[in-house]
């Protein structure tokens, strides 16, 4: 829990720095390009969360992956918060970074889970009743197919659902049944 608001903290320090230099897009490409490269090395993360890795060594392997590829504010973010100590939750704040400009853009995910693939109308009607409801300028739709789902969908947007599914309505019918509420 500490790490998570160390790692905010870190991210909004960020994202103000980057706002002050005019340079918030494309530092959130630098976000972006660390978590993908965590994501397809998890063995950076677990040398960064190392506290045996000397600071010098995880400097050099951050530079070495990252130098010329990114801002210049982005490596010198990455050199203070290793030479902090820090390096543990330099992926956690990537995220956290990452999340904050969605906020900040009204940028939306919505998950989507449905038993067969949207339709273009489909995720053209989600995305507005998304931006109407949630008020968001942006969403971003991931989709996800279940075939258990016999039909309908499941769509959850941060911490809310909406079970459209036709399998959620025959178990809720099925309850009704048990009950005798029918």
Same mark, same amino acid.
């Given at each position: 829990?500490?790490?998570?608001?160390?790692?905010?903290?870190?991210?909004?320090?960020?994202?103000?720095?980057?706002?002050?230099?005019?340079?918030?897009?494309?530092?959130?490409?630098?976000?972006?390009?660390?978590?993908? $490269?965590?994501?397809?090395?998890?063995?950076?993360?677990?040398?960064?969360?190392?506290?045996?890795?000397? /600071?010098?060594?995880? =400097?050099?392997?951050?530079?070495?992956?990252?130098?010329?590829? $990114?801002?210049?504010?982005?490596?010198?973010?990455?050199? /203070?918060? $290793?030479?902090?100590?820090?390096?543990?939750?330099?992926?956690? =704040?990537?995220?956290?970074?990452?999340?904050?400009?969605?906020?900040?853009?009204?940028?939306?995910?919505?998950?989507?889970?449905?038993? =067969?693939?949207?339709?273009?109308?489909?995720?053209?009607?989600?995305?507005?009743?998304?931006?109407?409801?949630?008020?968001?300028?942006?969403?971003?739709?991931?989709?996800?197919?279940?075939?258990?789902?016999?039909?309908?969908?499941?769509?959850?947007?941060?911490?809310?659902?909406?079970?459209?599914?036709?399998?959620?309505?025959?178990?809720?019918?099925?309850?009704?049944?048990?009950?005798?509420? $029918?």
């Amino acid at each position: 829990m500490a790490e998570n608001k160390a790692a905010s903290r870190y991210a909004k320090s960020l994202i103000d720095l980057s706002n002050e230099r005019n340079a918030l897009e494309e530092i959130k490409n630098d976000m972006v390009l660390l978590v993908q $490269v965590v994501d397809q090395n998890p063995e950076l993360e677990a040398i960064l969360k190392n506290p045996i890795v000397p /600071l010098n060594k995880k =400097t050099g392997i951050l530079d070495g992956l990252f130098v010329g590829k $990114v801002n210049e504010v982005t490596s010198a973010f990455f050199k /203070l918060v $290793v030479n902090k100590g820090r390096s543990a939750i330099l992926f956690d =704040t990537a995220k956290a970074f990452l999340a904050q400009y969605n906020a900040i853009k009204g940028i939306v995910t919505a998950d989507v889970t449905s038993a =067969t693939e949207l339709t273009a109308e489909s995720r053209a009607e989600i995305e507005a009743i998304v931006k109407k409801e949630i008020g968001a300028n942006v969403v971003v739709i991931k989709e996800k197919v279940n075939d258990k789902l016999i039909g309908g969908f499941i769509l959850k947007v941060g911490d809310k659902q909406f079970d459209a599914s036709i399998a959620s309505s025959l178990n809720k019918l099925k309850k009704e049944f048990a009950q005798g509420i $029918v």
